[in-house]
């Protein structure tokens, strides 16, 4: 069963071009560690103009393996810690998700 991280962000004004850089870094070093990545932007609804980065995983073995990884991969505390002390975009709420199989 497929399981997903969403998180969904409000890029600041004026600062999207730069968020959308820091997306594209997160996304190569996600996929360096094995994730399937996917970049959403709302365009209807309460929440319009929002981002949703989604990673996505086969299964809750791959999940586990990718949050373990995490927790020591250099590369990505270096960029997020970067990412947090000048932020281009504000953090709205993050779901962690899993398929419904048979539907």
Known sequence: MAVASISTW????GKLI????????AKKIHER??????VWQTLFGPQT??????????DWAAFAEF???LQTDTE???FFQGALAKPSADWLQNS???????L
Do not use: C
């Open 10 to 13: 409000r890029p600041r004004d």
């Open 76 to 78: 990505w505390q270096e």
């Open 18 to 25: 730069e968020f959308m850089a820091n997306l594209a870094s």
């Open 49 to 58: 103009q929002t981002v949703g980065y989604v990673i996505e995983h086969a």
């Open 67 to 69: 949050s373990q990884k």
């Open 33 to 38: 560690m094995g994730a399937k990545v996917r």
């Open 96 to 102: 962690l998700v899993s398929e419904v199989e048979g």
